[in-house]
C-alpha cells in the first residue's frame, strides 16, 4: 500500500463535489462549504476537487471559481487540499468551447474532465464526441452513470467508452444503496465488471449528500478488496488532480491482466 493510511487513519481524494458557496445547485452559503471541508477532513479526505456544474443553468467562470477556491482554502486552512474542477455537461456549446479550451474545464487544468450526461438524452454521436476531447488531450471522466437510467440500460456503450480511453466514476453513496436499488445494483455491477475508475461523493450538502467517503471506502474494502479500494478512492483520484495517466481496469480480465497502462500521452496535450 501507497498513502491510503497514514498514522492509522484513513487517507482518500475526491474528485467530484459542490463545495463552492453560490455558484450552483450546491453550498448555499460560505459557512455551508466550510462545514462540509471539515466533514471531508475528519472523514479522512486529503484533497478534493471542487466541480460546480457548467450547463445550461448554471455558468462556468474559471476566474470566479479559482476566487472561491483561494477563499475557502484560507478559511479551512491546508486540509483539505482544495483543487479545481468541473462538473461539465455534453451540450453542443460546452463540447466546442472544451475542445478549443481543454484546460478550461478540467481538473486542475490538466486533462481529465468530469462528463455528466443529461437524464433523458444520451447522443448517439457520443463515441465521436469522447474520441475528439481524446485527441485534444482531454480524458472524460463519466460521472455516476448508475444514477443514469438511460445509461443503466447501456452497459455495452459504457463498455466500449472505457475501452476507447474514458473512465467511470461512481458515487460513493450510490455504492451504499442511498440512491435506490437500481443505482445500488448497477454500482455493483461496474464495480465486478472493473469498469469504475473512481468512487466520489458528488457532495452538495451537509446533510444528505455530504463529503463522507469512508463508508463507501469501508464497503469496497470489504466486498471488493483493499487493493480496489486504494485505486479507486487513492491512486486513480491522486493521478487525475496530478493530470497523470491511469492504469485502465480492463473490461476483459480474463484475456489480458485487470490493469494495464492508458495512453500516457493524453493528460498532456493540452491546447491552448
Excluded at 475526491?14 to 459557512?31: F, K, R, T
Excluded at 486552512?77 to 451540450?91: A, K, M, S, V, W
Excluded at 463515441?127 to 476531447?133: L, P, S, T, V
Aim: glycine share 6%; aromatic share 8%; proline share 6%.
Amino acid at each position: 500500500m501507497l498513502n491510503l493510511f497514514v498514522n492509522g487513519s484513513l487517507k482518500v481524494i475526491d474528485i467530484h463535489s459542490h463545495i463552492l458557496p453560490g455558484l450552483d445547485d450546491g453550498s448555499d452559503s460560505i459557512e455551508t462549504s466550510i462545514e462540509m471541508l471539515r466533514m471531508a477532513s475528519a472523514a479522512g479526505t486529503t484533497d478534493i476537487v471542487a466541480t460546480p456544474h457548467a450547463n445550461s443553468e448554471f455558468a462556468f467562470t474559471p476566474a470566479i471559481v479559482e476566487a472561491k477556491i483561494a477563499e475557502l482554502q484560507e478559511a479551512v486552512g491546508e486540509i483539505p487540499r482544495i483543487h479545481y474542477g468541473c462538473d461539465f455537461h455534453l451540450n453542443p456549446e460546452n463540447i466546442d468551447d472544451a475542445l478549443r479550451f481543454p484546460a478550461k474545464y478540467s481538473i486542475n487544468h490538466r486533462g481529465f474532465l468530469l462528463v455528466e450526461f443529461a437524464d433523458a438524452f444520451i447522443p448517439k454521436s457520443t463515441a465521436d464526441i469522447f474520441g475528439r476531447m481524446l485527441s485534444a488531450g482531454l480524458c472524460p471522466i463519466v460521472t455516476h452513470p448508475e444514477r443514469n437510467a438511460l445509461l443503466q440500460q447501456r452497459l455495452p456503450n459504457l463498455e466500449a467508452w472505457v475501452e476507447i480511453g474514458c473512465y467511470l466514476q461512481v458515487t460513493a453513496q450510490s455504492v451504499l444503496g442511498e440512491f435506490g436499488r437500481r443505482a445500488k445494483e448497477f454500482s455493483h455491477t461496474l464495480l465486478s465488471r472493473q469498469l469504475v475508475h473512481f468512487v466520489a461523493s458528488d457532495a452538495h450538502d451537509v446533510k444528505h449528500r455530504t463529503t463522507v467517503l469512508q463508508p463507501a471506502w469501508d464497503f469496497v474494502q470489504t466486498h471488493f478488496g483493499e487493493d480496489t479500494a486504494q485505486l479507486l478512492f487513492e491512486d486513480n483520484p491522486r493521478r487525475a488532480i496530478e493530470g497523470e495517466p491511469l492504469p485502465v481496469q480492463c473490461i476483459a480480465p480474463q484475456k489480458r491482466k485487470w490493469f494495464s497502462w492508458g495512453r500516457s500521452d493524453r493528460s498532456r496535450r493540452l491546447a491552448g
